[in-house]
């Protein structure tokens, strides 16, 4: 296994890392809408939205991938009412075929944050 770090996303709140490569399949930690320079929430969901989608696309681009190669998402929001954004945000950044995805309404997240996504990619070997 091997730890994939960047300084283009946040760096781990705790002992974990952003993401493990293992073989030719690369499992990211859980993003919440961190901006890594700050390491301060942005404001909105929809904006925390984004913002956890550019921090993925870091995280896989650090792995030698990108979007594209993602396989899975799995989206935590604290408001399910906020599943529209995230739709919207998806097209904007990933093409068909769309990742497998599921979706858990969380009472809370991480910082109060509004919604968390990790990702699988699979890389070719």
């Known amino acids: ?3 994939i770090m960047t300084t283009r996303a946040p ?4 002992p974990y ?3 493990i490569r293992h073989g030719g399949t690369v499992y990211t930690a859980g993003q919440i809408g961190l901006d890594p320079e700050t390491m301060k929430l942005v404001d909105g ?3 925390q939205i984004r913002q956890v989608i550019a921090n993925i696309r870091a995280i896989c681009e650090a792995a030698g991938g990108s979007l594209d190669k993602v396989a899975r998402l799995t989206v935590y929001l604290t408001d399910l009412q906020h599943w529209p954004i995230v739709n919207e945000v998806m097209t904007e950044n990933f093409s068909k075929p769309y990742p497998a995805r599921s979706a858990v309404g969380v009472a809370t997240l991480p910082l109060d944050a509004f919604v968390e996504i990790d990702a699988i990619m699979v890389l070719d070997d």
């Open 1 to 3: 296994m091997e730890a």
């Open 11 to 14: 760096k781990a709140l705790g």
């Open 17 to 19: 890392s952003q993401a």
């Open 45 to 47: 969901p929809e904006n």
